[in-house]
């Protein structure tokens, strides 16, 4: 759930930090609906996060004297403060990065990456060749039938096309399946993982109890 929590908190700040920027260069007008709602919506997740973790904190100064962009992030007087959640984000991307390479890891998934990619390209080469048309429309073909997307707006028409699109067809299933497959592991892995860390310390706790009950009875 931890990992969960910091992958949202991060989405919020960069959706936030965006909407700002684009307001300021009057892309769009964060005052007005749905852009005033969505801010809303963030501002009150921000502070509800930053108040509750300064109630949990057992160094409340040290804990605002470290966390004092997140409470400039939170004041709603003008959006510009808004900028102030990116603090929040470049605080996570270091957990996120010992995060990510455990979870390529999880079920070789970064090994099915490194062969789904290569079999896209030789595929888009296949059909580059079999077809005439350039490496570049190929690439777009191909990406476009891997995703099941599949615009129509080029079709294969020889035999050695038709094969490179079943190929890609079955990466792109097999590809989004193990992707599914993995995200559940990792996540189901981490509840695991505190499980393990919660009984750990129940045990320890009952051996404390146990030892000062042994040391009680010696006393006596």
């Known amino acids: 759930m931890k990992r969960l929590y910091d992958v949202v908190i991060s989405l919020l700040a960069v959706i936030s930090v965006t909407m700002v ?10 005052d007005s609906y749905p852009y005033n709602y969505i801010d809303g919506v963030i501002l009150v997740i921000f502070t509800i996060d930053y108040f509750a973790r300064l109630s949990l904190s057992k160094n409340k100064k040290q804990f ?17 403060f808004s900028f102030f959640r990116i603090a929040r ?3 996570l991307i270091g957990k996120l990065q010992k995060n990510a390479k455990k979870f390529l890891k999880t079920n070789g998934l970064i090994y ?5 990619l290569a079999i896209l390209c030789i595929s888009a080469v296949m059909y580059s ?3 005439n048309v350039s490496l570049s429309e190929s690439f777009w073909w191909a990406i476009a039938t891997a995703t ?4 129509g707006d080029i079709s294969p028409h020889t035999a050695i096309g038709k094969f490179a699109a079943v190929l890609l067809m079955f990466v792109g299933i097999g590809f989004i399946g193990m992707l599914t497959s993995s995200i559940t592991a990792y996540f189901t892995t981490a509840d695991d993982d505190s499980k393990k860390i919660l009984e750990k310390l129940d045990k320890l706790e009952n051996e404390y109890r146990e030892i000062k009950e042994s040391i009680n009875k010696i006393e006596k």
Do not use: H, Q, W
């Open 21 to 30: 920027i684009m307001d300021y260069s009057n892309t769009i007008s964060i």
């Open 64 to 80: 605002f004297k470290s966390n004092i962009f997140d409470l400039l992030a939170i004041i709603p007087v003008n959006s510009i």
């Open 89 to 91: 984000l470049v605080g």
């Open 112 to 116: 099915l990456i490194l062969i789904c």
């Open 129 to 131: 060749l079999a077809e």
């Open 148 to 151: 099941t997307v599949g615009y």
